[in-house]
């Protein structure tokens, strides 16, 4: 794929100046070319989040891609969807990307979701905090930790080997995408809104890295940070 660098960071990256995307975020850089994640992080995934669906009949929900909204305007109703995509390489990289657009183009709308995901990555913070455990290598987290998005409020604990993601399905794309293998996650609010508890995942995700974790305790638990 042809690509003309439009960041001083995106030369850098192209020009083979930068070939570690551990020092973008050791650096504080800000990636604005998703073009940068695709060369330093070639084996990149996605998943599609379903945050669409409807109360179908015999109930249940039927998930789907795109969330449709409907809103009045004066020349009658206007229709808006949306979509959600995460991006992360399974070890220790992970990013998500929400976006709105137009009916009727769902590819496009994947697109941006995805380009929109990979700006938005992080480096994952990940070690084994479960005192059943104690193996000391970075299977799960290495201690809890909250995250937040609108009424919906979550808590990841650390999990012994061999546990699995206790979460839900959509959930599981998100954790499993950024390399965790054991977790455990308490939810509160309105976690229907699939929109609101992945963006309260992600944020706890980030909050992880900004613990300033004691270098004995590093060692104990096996923490690893990306894939350093
Ligand atoms: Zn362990």
Redesign the pocket.
């Known amino acids: 794929m042809e690509w003309n660098p439009k960041t001083e960071l995106g030369r850098k990256v192209a020009s083979g100046e930068i070939t570690d995307i551990d020092k973008i975020f050791a650096d504080g850089l800000k990636i604005s070319e998703p073009e940068i994640v695709d060369a330093l992080l070639p084996n990149l995934e996605s998943e599609i989040i379903l945050i669409g669906g409807s109360g179908g009949k015999g109930g249940g929900i039927r998930r789907t891609i795109v969330r449709r909204t409907t809103r009045m305007h004066k020349s009658g109703r206007r229709y808006k969807t949306s979509a959600m995509v995460v991006v992360g390489n399974k070890d220790g990289y992970v990013g998500v990307g929400f976006a709105d657009g137009q009916v009727s183009k769902t590819r496009e709308l994947l697109e941006k979701c995805s380009k929109k995901a990979k700006l938005n990555l992080i480096p994952v913070m990940r070690g084994?905090g479960?005192w059943e455990?104690?193996?000391?290598?970075p299977?799960?987290i290495p201690f809890a930790v909250d995250g937040k998005c609108g009424s919906v409020e979550v808590r990841l604990m650390p999990a012994?080997?061999g546990i699995g993601l206790c979460v839900s399905d959509e959930v599981k794309k998100l954790i499993s995408l950024a390399g965790i293998k054991d977790v455990w996650c308490r939810t509160k609010g309105n976690t229907r809104t699939r929109i609101n508890l992945i963006k309260a995942v992600f944020d706890a995700l980030r909050k992880l890295n900004r613990f300033k974790v004691p270098e004995e305790y590093r060692e104990k638990a096996g923490i690893r940070v990306g894939r350093e």
Do not use: V
């Open positions: 084994c479960s455990c104690r193996c000391g290598t299977h799960s012994p080997k």
